[in-house]
């Protein structure tokens, strides 16, 4: 048996016997990216659906902002986190750097342009085809935004997974802001960089196996849900 053979037989083995550090992990990645994507639910699809409700002046300009801060790249927000949390930033006296909380800041910042960006389709999509029908019903701007965030609500868990999808996979931001901190701060995406560079791949291809049943649950649940949405409403 060749030593890649022998690796996933042992990837294997790791996850046929539940073994503890794949466990506490994956546990940590759940809670990190979990946490970022209920804050980032929060903000990214009120924000969307706000810059989506009405005529103003620069609203095509805000489209493109966000959908360029959606290809942000996640070293630099992981640079820029670091230095709000340095103990020479502003928010360096609370002692965040290297915590998951630091984690879970740089992952907000990465997942909110995503689902803001998705949010604003489907809510402008939504208010162009009901704008007429709001108007006759002298509907605030702020109720406007309410009723079409309801109405949406399940096309929009795509752009909640898509978060999800997006904070799972993440691996520079929260290496430099979490410091990959064994049994701390170690997450599957930094876990996976940090034993393939010495060299102890059963444990890689095993977080790397989890991993991808991850993201292809995520995907394929967002499908599911899509397609289930267009059956049932059109």
Not at 172 to 197: Q, W, Y
């Amino acid at each position: 048996m060749n030593g890649l053979t022998q690796a996933f037989v042992d990837a294997f083995a790791l996850l046929g016997s539940f073994d503890h550090r794949v466990a506490r992990i994956v546990l940590l990645s759940l809670e990190v990216s979990g946490s970022a994507v209920l804050i980032g639910t929060l903000i990214g699809l009120p924000l969307g659906a706000c810059l989506a409700v009405g005529r103003y002046l620069g609203k095509e300009i805000a489209g493109v902002l966000i959908n360029g801060l959606m290809g942000l790249p996640p070293v630099v927000v992981g640079v820029v986190v670091y230095l709000a949390l340095s103990r020479s930033g502003p928010f360096g006296e609370f002692g965040l750097l290297y915590t998951p909380q630091a984690m879970v800041i740089a992952q907000v910042v990465l997942v909110v342009p995503l689902m803001a960006a998705i949010s604003r389709q489907v809510v402008e999509d939504a208010w162009r085809q009901y704008e007429e029908e709001l108007a006759a019903l002298r509907f605030s701007w702020w109720d406007t935004v309410r009723a079409l965030l309801h109405d949406c609500r399940f096309s929009l868990m795509v752009a909640v997974l898509a978060g999800l999808g997006r904070a799972m996979s993440e691996v520079g931001a929260v290496m430099i802001v979490g410091g990959n901190i064994d049994r701390f701060t170690r997450v599957m995406t930094t876990t996976i960089a940090l034993e393939t560079s010495k060299g102890d791949l059963p444990l890689s291809i095993a977080l790397g196996i989890v991993l991808m049943a991850v993201i292809l649950g995520l995907n394929g649940t967002a499908f599911l849900m899509r397609t289930w949405v267009m059956r049932r409403f059109g």
